[in-house]
């Protein structure tokens, strides 16, 4: 069983800065594609960023680009999302997935979410 746990949501006001994390349990981490996703009150969830197994490709919405960075570290299995320059439209709960399948967009393993709430 694959758990994810996000942390470092909160409150910030609009130009902030927050920087999530998600932490995976298990030891096939390094196997995996990672990405953070968002779900704002009456919305759909869309998606926010995306890594590949080793780092070296990233992928953003264009809401996001130039803003967020997404990160990782295979040696402490971990996926990071800093988010600067935020804005009220980043308010949201924020989940971190993962999968193991190549090829795809779709991701297996979820986590709980983190709340992101931006002030203006």
């Known amino acids: 069983q694959v758990q994810l746990v996000e942390s470092g949501g909160g409150l910030v006001q609009a130009g902030g800065s927050l920087r999530l994390s998600c932490a995976v349990s298990g030891r096939r981490f390094s196997r995996y594609r990672m990405g953070w996703f968002r779900q704002a009150p009456g919305k759909e969830r869309e998606f926010v960023a995306r890594i590949n197994w080793s780092g070296s490709a990233t992928d953003y919405a264009a809401s996001v680009s130039g803003r967020f960075t997404i990160s990782r570290d295979n040696a402490k299995n971990t996926v990071a999302l800093q988010m600067n320059s935020l804005k009220p439209d980043d308010t949201a709960v924020y989940y971190c997935?993962?999968?193991?399948?190549?090829?795809?967009?779709?991701?297996?393993?979820w986590g709980q979410g983190t709340q992101v709430t931006v002030s203006s």
């Open positions: 997935a993962a999968d193991e399948e190549p090829g795809t967009s779709t991701y297996k393993y």
